[in-house]
């Protein structure tokens, strides 16, 4: 198997699907990071509503995101690639709309907003792997979605710190701050539909063979991926949990934590990626839940330590939890790609983020519940979901792809 030794930028600008589109997920990172942090604020303090309605707002439209995942999976399946990323865009277009139009004290325009804020997000990851598959092949690939998730990271980084800087302005910021999202998610929809890429099977196949054809079953990976995917809000919810409200540490911690995080996904996703290409993907991936079954110890561990103590501690098993967070991200997508034949990859990738969505939306539900009982309760029942989903990964055995058919990419104006 050929492996990547080095990283080329142009090569990798190209196998992400050219600059335009490039410029296009920095655009659309730049504005989520700009109104994802604050949209929560923007309901209790814009549209004056509480934050338990403005909450369970925000849950609904991520579930209702993932309701619609089978049909942008179809609908990738029929050949639709940069469209289907333009229209996950567009979709949150109309979501910043209908949130600057949402008059106060109104829940239901704040719920549509969510809504199609949430269908915009969900879809959005599983189009753009497509396109990645389209354009690039093999390891080429795995680089080529390491290469845009660290990119993802540093304008979500960017767009966030923005953001905090024009909160001093109050109402009148936040609301300044939805409209340049909606803007920044329209010109990154430009973007991406101008570069033209859509799948087209080297050999044809007529299409009801193509609708009938069941997407891999996956169903160790769908289910360790639920658990795995705690790992993303580890340092965003459970650590700032636990160094604000057991260790009562300051909230610099907290805020140390998640820029050391963002810093090390955006600087080391694509080498480590390259680094690991060496290996199978299946490896890597039970690898990468060992590392956090390692991290997870290591916060109970360090947890009891005395006051001066536990939070530096707390701080540097972060950084563990990142690196198996990384080889997370650069092997999982990757592998379910390889792993789908190439006429039901849509469905493929739509089922594995039904997996990932679902595990977002439950874990700080399960993580808030598990802290106050304790940090055996928290750090216990992570490393022991963690440990076994790493085992059911690597003893898992690939189904053998149907229906070898290739897809070629045809694009334009790249």
Known sequence: MATLTRVRPRALVHASGGPRYVVALAVDALGTGLLRPFLLLY????????????????????????????AVGRWLDHGARSTVVAASMLVRVLGVVLLLAAPA?????????????????QAWPAAHAALVATVAHGRERDTALAGARALRNAGLGVGALLAIVCLAGGTGALRGLAAVTGL?????????????VHARPARATPATDRDDEPAPRMSALLAANVIYVFCLNVP?????????????????WSAAVFVANTVLVVTLQVPVTVVMSRFSRRTVLALSGLVLAASYLGFLAVTPLGHGWAAPAVAAVSVVCTIGEILYA???TALVTALAPAPVLGRALARFQLSTGFGLAVSPAIITALAPLGPV????????????SSFAIGTEKSSPSRGTVTSSAVQSNR
């Open 43 to 70: 309901g209790v303090t814009v549209l004056r509503l509480s934050a338990p309605v403005t909450g369970t707002a925000m849950t609904v439209g991520i579930v209702a995101g993932l309701v619609c995942m089978p």
């Open 105 to 121: 004290g109104h829940a239901w325009p704040f719920a549509a907003a969510a809504l199609f804020l949430g269908i915009g997000n």
């Open 184 to 196: 920044a998610y329209l010109a990154a929809a430009a973007l991406a539909w101008s570069v033209h």
């Open 236 to 252: 965003e919810i459970a650590l700032p949990l636990v160094l604000v409200t057991q260790l009562h540490a300051s909230p610099v």
């Open 330 to 332: 650069g092997s999982a």
């Open 377 to 388: 309760a928290l750090w216990g029942s992570l490393t022991t979901a963690t440990l076994l």
